[in-house]
T-cell receptor
Framework: GAVVSQHPSWVICKSGTSVKIECRSLDFQATTMFWYRQFPKQSLMLMATSNEGSKATYEQGVEKDKFLINHASLTLSTLTVTSAHPEDSSFYIC??????????FGPGTRLTVT | AQSVSQHNHHVILSEAASLELGCNYSYGGTVNLFWYVQYPGQHLQLLLKYFSGDPLVKGIKGFEAEFIKSKFSFNLRKPSVQWSDTAEYFCAVNDQGAQKLVFGQGTRLTINP
C-alpha cells in the first residue's frame, strides 16, 4: 500500500524556537495533504489542509501564523511550528489521500517544547 | 458541521469475547465511513471503509462493520477478539466529494489474555 513518512519522529525544542516537520508521500503524488494534532489519549484534530501550489486551508481556531504550512512539491508538505511554547507539545500526524477517498497516515511526530 | 461520536471510551475484554464498538455520526448528506486502528507506537491503519453498496463491510483481521443509515451508525464488530487486537480504534467520516476526515474520540480496546 501507499506509504507516507514523517521526519523527525521525535523532536525536543526550547520555548521560543521554531520546528519544522516534514511529511512525504513515498510512492504516490499528493496534491493535498492533511495535518492533524493528537493530544494524549485523545482523537485526531484536523489542523489544516495543505494544497500543492496554493495556500493551506486552516480549520477554525488554528493560528495560521503559528503553524506555517508549505506544500513544496507533489510529495512533500512541511509544518513549521513557530515560536513554540509548551502548550504546543503534542503528536502531529500528516495524511495524504491516494484517490479517491482513502487516506494514508504518517507515523507521526512527537513534539516536546521545554 | 459533521461530528462523530464513539460512546465507548475504554473497553476491556477477555480473549475470544465478541466485540462491538459504537460509532454515530451527524451529517445529512452522503458520507464515506471508515474505521482506523492505531496499535501502540504505530501509525493509523485502515481497518475497513464504506462508500456505497452492501452496508455490511468486511475488513482486515476479521473485523466488520455495518452501516445503518436510519440510525446514522457504523458500528465495528469482531466475533472473537485476540490479545493482539489491543489498540485504539477510531471511526471517521467524510462527506462524499471532500477528502478531509472527521474523527471520533477514539475507543481504547484492551484485551486480557
Amino acid at each position: 500500500g501507499a506509504v507516507v513518512s514523517q521526519h523527525p519522529s521525535w523532536v525536543i525544542c526550547k520555548s521560543g524556537t521554531s520546528v519544522k516537520i516534514e511529511c512525504r508521500s513515498l510512492d504516490f503524488q499528493a496534491t493535498t495533504m492533511f495535518w492533524y494534532r493528537q493530544f494524549p489519549k485523545q482523537s485526531l484534530m484536523l489542523m489544516a489542509t495543505s494544497n500543492e501550489g496554493s495556500k493551506a486551508t486552516y480549520e477554525q481556531g488554528v493560528e495560521k501564523d503559528k503553524f506555517l504550512i508549505n506544500h513544496a512539491s507533489l510529495t512533500l508538505s512541511t509544518l513549521t511550528v513557530t515560536s513554540a511554547h509548551p502548550e504546543d507539545s503534542s503528536f502531529y500526524i500528516c495524511s495524504a489521500p491516494n484517490w479517491p477517498y482513502e487516506q494514508y497516515f504518517g507515523p507521526g511526530t512527537r513534539l516536546t517544547v521545554t | 458541521a459533521q461530528s462523530v461520536s464513539q460512546h465507548n471510551h475504554h473497553v476491556i475484554l477477555s480473549e475470544a469475547a465478541s466485540l462491538e464498538l459504537g460509532c454515530n455520526y451527524s451529517y445529512g448528506g452522503t458520507v464515506n465511513l471508515f474505521w482506523y486502528v492505531q496499535y501502540p507506537g504505530q501509525h493509523l491503519q485502515l481497518l475497513l471503509k464504506y462508500f456505497s453498496g452492501d452496508p455490511l463491510v468486511k475488513g482486515i483481521k476479521g473485523f466488520e462493520a455495518e452501516f445503518i443509515k436510519s440510525k446514522f451508525s457504523f458500528n465495528l464488530r469482531k466475533p472473537s477478539v485476540q490479545w493482539s487486537d489491543t489498540a485504539e480504534y477510531f471511526c471517521a467520516v467524510n462527506d462524499q466529494g471532500a477528502q478531509k476526515l472527521v474523527f471520533g474520540q477514539g475507543t481504547r480496546l484492551t484485551i486480557n489474555p
